[in-house]
C-alpha cells in the first residue's frame, strides 16, 4: 500500500528553522498538505497545494516541492510551534493517505 | 462560520454497535465531501474514508473497507460513522473533516469523539 515516510522528530532552538520532509512515490503527481496537531487538540491545516497557506496561518510556514519530497519549512520558530505535524496527499481520486508524523520539539 | 460538531464519547463493549455523528452548519453540507480520521492512542492519523452528501458517494480506504459503514442524511446536514460489532482495537478518537473546495485537503474539523470499546 501506498505511504508518505515523515521523520519521527525534529528538534530546533527558538528563532532557528525548522523543516520536516515527506515522502512518496506519487508526490511528483499530486498535491500534499499539512496539518499541525497540539496534545488534545483537532488538527489544523497549515498548508495545501504544497505551497498555499490558509487565512490565518502565520508566514513564517511555508512549503516546497521537489520530485519526491515535499517539505514543510518553518522559519523563526517559536515555542507555540512545538507540535505533531502531518503530512497527507492522495493516492488516487477521493482516496488519501497520511504521513505518519513529525514531533517538532522547540529546544 | 463552518462548523463541525460531532457527537460525545462513547463506552462500549466488544461486539456492540456503534453509529457517531458529525453535524455540519455554515455552510452548503451538500457540496462538500466529509472525511473520517481515526487517531489511536499516541499514534498518528489514519484516512478512513470520505462522503459527498449531495449524492452519498462514499470512498473508503483499504484498510477500513468492510470494517465500517460511512453514510449521510443531507437532510439534517450530517454525516455518520458506523461500526456492526466493535472491537478493543477500535478504540482510538474519531475526527470527521471537511474536504477544501478545491482539492485534497481537510479546511474544518470536527472536535473528535472518543471511542473507548472494554469488556
Known amino acids: 500500500s501506498y505511504e508518505l515516510t515523515q521523520p519521527p522528530s525534529v528538534s530546533v532552538s527558538p528563532g532557528q528553522t525548522a523543516r520536516i520532509t515527506c515522502s512518496g512515490d506519487?508526490?511528483?503527481?499530486?498535491?500534499a498538505c499539512w496539518y499541525q496537531q497540539k496534545p488534545g487538540q483537532a488538527p489544523v491545516l497549515v498548508l495545501y497545494k504544497d505551497t498555499q497557506r490558509p487565512s490565518g496561518i502565520p508566514e513564517r510556514f511555508s512549503g516546497s516541492s521537489s520530485g519526491t519530497t515535499v517539505t514543510l519549512t518553518i522559519s523563526g520558530v517559536q515555542a507555540e510551534d512545538e507540535a505533531d505535524y502531518y503530512c497527507q496527499s492522495a493516492v488516487s481520486s477521493a482516496t488519501w493517505v497520511f504521513g505518519g508524523g513529525t514531533k517538532l520539539t522547540v529546544l | 462560520e463552518v462548523q463541525l460538531v460531532q457527537s460525545g464519547a462513547e463506552v462500549k463493549k466488544p461486539g456492540e454497535s456503534l453509529k457517531i455523528s458529525c453535524k455540519g452548519s455554515g455552510y452548503s453540507f451538500t457540496s462538500y465531501w466529509i472525511g473520517w480520521v481515526r487517531q489511536m492512542p499516541g499514534k498518528g492519523l489514519e484516512w478512513m474514508g470520505i462522503i459527498y452528501p449531495g449524492d452519498s458517494d462514499t470512498r473508503y480506504s483499504p484498510s477500513f473497507q468492510g470494517q465500517v459503514t460511512i453514510s449521510a442524511d443531507k437532510s439534517i446536514s450530517t454525516a455518520y460513522l458506523q461500526w456492526s460489532s466493535l472491537k478493543a482495537s477500535d478504540s482510538a478518537m474519531y475526527y470527521c473533516?471537511?474536504?477544501?473546495?478545491?482539492?485534497?485537503?481537510?479546511?474544518?474539523w470536527g472536535q473528535g469523539t472518543l471511542v473507548t470499546v472494554s469488556s
Open positions: 473533516a471537511r474536504q477544501g473546495p478545491d482539492g485534497a485537503y481537510f479546511d474544518y
Open positions: 506519487e508526490l511528483p503527481k499530486q498535491y
